[in-house]
C-alpha cells in the first residue's frame, strides 16, 4: 500500500489530505474533523488514480464548504450533575480531595470521581469529560453489541469481527468493511434511541455498499424508511451531544 499526504485550507482550518493507493475494488473517500482519506485502487493506471483523486477531493472540499463548522457543546460536571443516556440516568458524586492521585468508578447508577486539588478547574473538568468518555463506553459496551448484532440479522446478516465504542467529534459511526469492524461514536449515548438505531444501521450497510452511492442509500431506505428525518434530527441536535 502507497500512502500520500498533503495539507489544504478549508474555511480557515487545515485538513490532511491522505490518499491510500491500495488493494481494493473502489475508490472511497471519507471526512474526519481535520482530515480528508481517499482511497484508491491500486490496479487503476497513473492518469485514472490522478483523475478520480482529484474528482473525490473536489467533492469532499465542497462538503466541508457546504457544511459550517459547529463547535460541540462543552458540558460543566458539577457534584450531582445528571447523565441520561438511552437507557440510564446517572448522577455525578465528585469529590476535591488533596491527593495527587485520581479516581474513577461507576457503581450502579453512580459515577464516583475522585480529583486531585492539584489540579486547576479546567485540569478537573478535562478529567471528568474523559473518565466519563471511558466509564459510559464500557458500561455500555456489551448492549451496543447486542443491539448491532439484532440489527445485523434482522436486516443485514453479514459476518462482524469488533464492535465497538469510540469517542468521536465529525463522525458518529466508522465501518471498516474489510476488516469487518464497526465502531459507534460514544456520543450516541446521550440520544434517543432510534438515532442510535438509524446510526448503526447506516454502518451496516456499509458492509454490503462501501461507498454513498445511490445504491447504498436505497439499501438503508429499504431497512430505514424514515432515515432522512433521522438525519436531520442529527444535524440539528448533534452539536448538544457531547461527554
Known sequence: MTIQKTQIRINDIIYT???HIERRSSVRVSITKTGINIRIPRHLSSFQRESEGKRFLDWAIEKIKSKPTIVPKTPIYQNNHLIRTHSKIYKLQIEHRDSIKNFSKISGSYIILKISNSHDEQAKQKYISKQLQKLLAKNHLEELKSRVHRLNTVHVNKPINKISYKYTISRWGICNSTKKEINISTRLLLAPIEILEYVIIH?????????????????????????????????????????
Open 17 to 19: 489530505v491522505t490518499t
Open 203 to 243: 454502518e451496516l450497510c456499509h458492509l454490503i455498499e462501501p461507498n454513498h452511492s445511490k445504491r447504498f442509500w436505497n439499501i438503508v431506505k429499504s431497512i430505514d424508511p424514515q432515515y432522512k428525518q433521522k438525519k436531520k434530527w442529527i444535524n440539528a441536535n448533534g452539536s448538544s451531544l457531547n461527554i
